[in-house]
C-alpha cells in the first residue's frame, strides 16, 4: 500500500467529535514517535480547556475571562444605564448606578460632635457637597474622600467679597473670624458616611448641606 501524506487525506467539513482521532510525535527532542491521540485528549489538555460556544453567547450579555473554569463566563446584562459593580463581599458581580444625591442639615449651634448619614445602599468612595446658611452669605463647595478634603467658602463674614480655599476641610462655614462651623468625613460606611464637626465660638444658623455619594 503507498503511503498517503496527511495533506493527501480528504478535509473533515464537520466539527470533530471527542473521539476523533489526529497523530501526534512523541517525545520530540528525544526518541520520536508517531502516536494517536483523540480529540477530547487535546482540548483536556489545551490551557484553556472547553469555552463556551459562541452560539451560547447573546447579544444580551457580557463575555468575561473566568479563571476558575479556564474558559468564558457569560454575565447577564443589568437594567439600563446601570453600571457593573464588585459586591461589599467581594465574591460577586452587581448592577448599580453608582450615585446618590441627598440633603440634610445640621444646627451650627451644636458644640462639636459626628453626624451619621445613611441610607446611600452602598460605602461611597467620595463626596462632593454644596452647603449655606439660610439668609446669609455662608456658602460651601467641597470635595471629600474620607482621607483627603478640600473645600472652597464664602468669607464674607471674615472680609467683604472674598472667598478662600482650605485643604483640611470639606464644609467650612464662616460666621465671622472667629465664629466658625467645619466639616469634614471621618468614616464611610456600608450604606453612608460620618461627618465631624468643629464649632469655633458662638456659631449660629441651620446648616442645610446637599450631597453627591459615588460608590
Aim: aromatic share 8%; hydrophobic share 45%; charged share 15%.
Amino acid at each position: 500500500m503507498a503511503d498517503i501524506k496527511i495533506t493527501g487525506l480528504p478535509a473533515l467539513a464537520a466539527t470533530p467529535d471527542d473521539a476523533d482521532i489526529l497523530e501526534i510525535v512523541d517525545d520530540v527532542a528525544g526518541t520520536p514517535t508517531s502516536k494517536k491521540i483523540t480529540v477530547a485528549n487535546l482540548k483536556a489538555a489545551a490551557p484553556q480547556g472547553d469555552v463556551t460556544a459562541a452560539a451560547n453567547i447573546t447579544d444580551e450579555a457580557l463575555a468575561v475571562g473566568d479563571g476558575g473554569a479556564k474558559g468564558i463566563k457569560v454575565l447577564a446584562l443589568g437594567a439600563a444605564n446601570l453600571k457593573l459593580f464588585v459586591n461589599a463581599a467581594g465574591n460577586a458581580n452587581e448592577y448599580a448606578s453608582g450615585f446618590k444625591i441627598g440633603t440634610f442639615t445640621r444646627d451650627t449651634a451644636v458644640a462639636t460632635g459626628t453626624q451619621a448619614i445613611t441610607g446611600l445602599g452602598f460605602k461611597p468612595s467620595h463626596v462632593i457637597f454644596l452647603v449655606s446658611t439660610s439668609n446669609t452669605a455662608q456658602v460651601s463647595i467641597g470635595f471629600d474622600s474620607g482621607s483627603l478634603a478640600y473645600c472652597v467658602q464664602n468669607k464674607q463674614g471674615v472680609a467683604a467679597d472674598t472667598w478662600g480655599i482650605d485643604t483640611t476641610y470639606s464644609i467650612l462655614l464662616f460666621q465671622t473670624d472667629v465664629k466658625y462651623y467645619a466639616g469634614k468625613l471621618t468614616a464611610l460606611g456600608s450604606d453612608g458616611f460620618t461627618v465631624s464637626w468643629v464649632k469655633e465660638g458662638d456659631k449660629t444658623g441651620t446648616a442645610t448641606i446637599s450631597y453627591m455619594a459615588f460608590r
